[in-house]
């Protein structure tokens, strides 16, 4: 089969385009013929190298796969052959406590597809059967791809961890990357008004197209005090983080009392402060959160089914060209997200 692979650590120009072997199933694991597979800054920082942690080289990455079901192993019942599916990104040991009480996201074993398994990013890739979930005929493969690790990411950030309330205020930092833009869907499906962050015109009426009530430029403007200013300095009850040191400081200036912060990433980086005088004052949250549970992702995506919640597609790449796919996440110019295709 073809596939993108890396064989050492760096930029853009490490992922090469190449022959690999087509994977071998065992009894309870499916065969799946990509049809896309999106990009995330996961993909990123794998390729350039994750202090502390080691791959198996070379490396497939992709972490957001759907496409077809082309074999079944001898213990698989679920799944069959020929049908249109997404793999759920995350992979834990189904027999663990955590596991038993749904936390699968919590499994000592947990992992995303693309980081310590082979990804995506390749005409084939193995999944064990219980991460294939059909999707409906109307979905896209493009649209099924772009799904999984973002919507469940803010799902999880938003109902499980934030505990969002209907009526509440949100402020989502950079509303266009692919987790952003599900957030905002995300609170305007749970009826909360929604401020969205984002960097210059364009990417700002886009953000209000998904459904921000209001929109402040991150690059142009001060997040805290557009804030203060739409919400009569009262602050927002929920901040949706995930940039880290660059917009942190705003970020934790813009919630109100009792407020809650949740993040997931760390793009700009990690080292961030926090006033604890503030912090027990004002009775502010600081919560972290990371992936989801199964569970979860078969709950959202009961909405994007309805299309009550829809993905967000920036471009579309040939799998060949997946070195200038990267260099478009990486540079900031998408809105949404970045697809490969190894049928395209």
């Not at 084939?124 to 649209?143: G, M």
């Not at 660059?246 to 793009?267: D, F, I, K, N, Y």
């Not at 959202?300 to 060209?321: A, G, M, N, T």
Request: aromatic share 6%.
């Amino acid at each position: 089969m073809k596939a993108a692979r890396i064989h050492r650590h760096g930029g853009p120009e490490v992922l090469i385009y190449e022959d690999a072997p087509e994977p071998q199933i065992k009894g309870d694991e499916v065969l799946i013929r990509v049809r896309a597979c999106a990009l995330n800054h996961l993909d990123l920082w794998v390729r350039g190298g994750i202090p502390g942690m080691t791959f198996s080289m070379p490396h497939i990455l992709g972490s957001d796969i759907a496409g077809e079901v082309a074999a079944v192993g001898e213990l698989c019942r679920r799944v069959r052959p020929g049908q249109r599916v997404l793999l759920s990104p995350g992979l834990s040991c189904r027999q663990c406590p955590e596991c038993a009480a749904g936390r699968d996201n919590f499994c000592p074993e947990y992992t995303i597809f693309g980081l310590r398994v082979p990804g995506g990013n390749a005409e084939f890739v193995a999944a064990p059967e219980y991460a294939a979930i059909p999707i409906p005929d109307d979905l896209s493969f493009e649209e099924a791809a772009a799904v999984p690790l973002v919507f469940l990411t803010a799902w999880h950030m938003l109902r499980s961890r934030a505990h969002l309330q209907p009526g509440e205020d949100v402020l989502v930092v950079a509303a266009s990357s692919g987790v952003g833009s599900a957030a905002v869907q995300i609170a305007k499906l749970l009826q909360c008004r929604v401020i969205a962050t984002a960097g210059g015109d364009a990417k700002l009426e886009m953000a209000r197209k998904l459904g921000a009530d209001a929109v402040i430029d991150h690059y142009r403007q001060n997040i805290a005090a557009e804030v203060k200013k739409l919400t009569d300095r009262r602050g927002v009850d929920v901040v949706f983080e995930h940039v880290g040191a660059a917009t942190w400081p705003q970020s934790m200036q813009s919630l109100a009392s009792g407020g809650r912060l949740v993040t997931c990433g760390a793009t700009t980086g990690y080292d961030v402060k926090i006033d604890l005088r503030f912090l027990f004052n004002r009775q502010h949250s600081v919560l972290g959160s990371f992936m989801g549970s199964l569970g979860e992702l078969h709950q959202v995506l009961k909405f994007v089914f309805r299309k009550q919640l829809k993905p967000v597609i920036d471009r579309v790449y040939p799998l060949s060209e997946i070195r200038a796919a990267h260099e478009r996440l990486e540079n900031k110019e998408q809105f949404g997200k970045v697809i490969v295709a190894p049928q395209a």
